[in-house]
């Protein structure tokens, strides 16, 4: 039997249900009220839907109004962080149905984790990674003949890194071979057939990681790496520049203070999207100072970033607090211009998957660095259409042809420039020595390239510069019934050291008429007009027979 005193007590959470209800539908009759905004939730506070018999009668009325209904229920998002702090604290589960949590409170996305998880289930197939690469390879190589530099970076997302914290119930859903193909090896194949100068940041991840380090790679509360991981991925990232290219850019010095419910970049970005009063946060987050040790000759060029959210911190650690270049321009998939110079942000004209023309080759004629970044394990069909146009307006507006007639503009006057000491360049008697093992080839005339290996060695009595004023380059031409045809110029790989000997190829684009030529390789100089008035005897000659 109920006393009177529990009685009372019975009675409140019926009364106060009812009680909170009367007020949620009189602020609703009244209209007073505006919901605050839900992070992740694009809302339109549209207008309520008219009342008349031809909207009631074709259904029209009835569908606005419910979605009006939804948008603008008193204290809607209130109920929504309610439901969801439920499920957060009771359960360890999101409310949002694209991220789950893991140990440690880590939040991962679930498109990111089925990507690692299943990782044969790759959306495009192999044709469309060697496509990719091949028109990488040839915007490569058109930048490097216009002086310009081009360099691919690959991020890693969250669930490769920090695989351990991934929740259990996800890993059961896990394929049991792993051998197969993934769009992660994939990308990384097809960048290594084509000669793509890249660097795999992974790399550096999983070494800091493996070495124990006390870095923390990834928040618990971010699906994108730490302003402390990305500076240590950029530090890598200009050594393997340097490796391939010759291209040496200081590396960036950086000061770390660890804060306490600070956040920087995207430390918070799917905390945020859990929609809960409160949650767990990781114990510090990093605050950083990034100098650059720059000297007095050092030139600020201007500089462009195509990629994913990631390079968002790329382009921060680049330019914010000592500027690494000139003006660096950041797009992002496919969708925003950000000059991270000025933190000036607009939309990209789009028309049909493809950026305005005009723009695009007004980066590719102002910028010299062009850095191109993708993740691991999702190249996103936008990054696909811009490389593809890229390569399109290249072919057109950027040809061999072209660009050769634009080197000669500039180099038509036939005297060596006085500050510019002379080459002779020769294989008997030379300062600069080139060795090539096979004097004779065969090839088919349809092959399109052939790549000669070689040596050089700098017998002159200073560096060899293969940046900036004044570089020295690779360069061939074909000789041919008394006539000679001007060849690809080639970067050299790297700053060469008095009496250091290089390795490096020349890139040979075969004649497509069959017959018996002459090959001549040669080292040029840029503002130092061609072979002839350099020196009279050619370094090395070799056969090259078109089948």
Not at 15 to 36: A, L, R
Not at 513 to 539: C, F, T
Request: aromatic residues 14%; hydrophobic residues 35%; negative net charge.
């Amino acid at each position: 039997m109920i006393n009177e005193k529990s009685k009372r007590y019975y009675y409140i959470l019926p009364i106060s249900f009812f009680m909170i209800t009367m007020f949620v539908f009189s602020v609703f009759i009244i209209g007073n009220h505006k919901n605050g905004s839900l992070a992740g939730v694009i809302e339109n506070q549209n207008e309520k839907p008219v009342v008349n018999y031809r909207n009631i009668m074709s259904g029209e009325f009835q569908s606005s109004y419910n979605s009006w209904f939804n948008l603008n229920f008193p204290f809607r998002d209130k109920f929504v962080r309610l439901y969801n702090q439920i499920f957060y604290s009771i359960m360890a589960e999101s409310g949002n149905k694209n991220l789950v949590i893991g140990k440690n409170s880590s939040i991962y996305e679930i498109g990111q984790i089925e990507r690692v998880l299943n990782p044969s289930n790759v959306e495009y197939g192999f044709d469309y990674y060697d496509n990719y690469a091949k028109n990488l390879k040839y915007i490569q190589d058109r930048f490097f003949d216009m002086g310009k530099v081009f360099f691919f970076i690959i991020t890693p997302n969250k669930p490769e890194v920090m695989y351990e914290d991934i929740p259990l119930h996800r890993k059961l859903m896990e394929d049991a071979d792993h051998s197969e193909i993934s769009a992660h090896k994939l990308l990384k194949e097809s960048l290594e057939k084509y000669g793509v100068f890249f660097y795999d940041t992974t790399e550096t991840m999983t070494k800091i990681k493996n070495d124990k380090q006390d870095i923390i790679l990834y928040p618990n509360t971010g699906t994108h790496w730490t302003f402390l991981a990305a500076v240590y991925a950029v530090k890598d990232v200009f050594d393997s520049l340097y490796s391939k290219t010759g291209i040496a850019l200081p590396q960036p010095n950086v000061k770390v203070e660890k804060l306490k419910d600070v956040f920087y970049g995207e430390d918070i970005d799917v905390y945020l999207l859990l929609n809960i009063f409160k949650g767990n946060k990781d114990k510090f987050y990093y605050k950083l100072d990034i100098d650059y040790d720059i000297d007095n000759g050092y030139v600020k060029d201007n500089a462009v970033i195509f990629g994913t959210s990631y390079s968002n911190m790329i382009s921060y650690i680049f330019q914010r607090d000592v500027a690494l270049f000139g003006k660096l321009t950041y797009i992002t998939y496919l969708s925003e211009i950000f000059d991270v110079s000025t933190d000036k942000k607009e939309l990209l004209e789009i028309l049909n998957n493809k950026i305005e023309e005009e723009y695009l080759i007004s980066l590719i004629n102002n910028n010299k660095y062009f850095f191109f970044e993708v993740q691991s394990t999702d190249l996103v069909p936008t990054h696909e259409q811009l490389v593809q146009q890229l390569c399109d307006i290249m072919r057109r507006d950027f040809s061999d042809k072209n660009v050769l007639n634009e080197i000669k503009r500039n180099n038509n006057i036939a005297k060596i420039d006085n500050s510019i000491d002379e080459f002779r360049i020769n294989s008997e008697n030379s300062n600069i020595k080139i060795d090539v093992k096979n004097k004779q080839m065969k090839v088919k005339n349809n092959s399109g390239k052939l790549s000669i290996q070689a040596k050089l060695t700098n017998n002159t009595k200073r560096l060899i510069k293969t940046n900036g004023k004044n570089i020295i380059c690779a360069a061939y031409h074909i000789k041919k019934d008394g006539q000679y045809i001007e060849g690809r110029w080639s970067n050299l790989p790297n700053v060469i050291d008095i009496g250091e000997t290089v390795d490096f190829y020349y890139d040979i684009d075969i004649p497509e008429k069959a017959g018996e030529y002459e090959v001549l390789l040669s080292i040029v100089q840029e503002k130092v007009s061609w072979l002839e008035e350099v020196n009279k005897d050619y370094p090395i000659v070799f056969k090259l027979i078109v089948e």
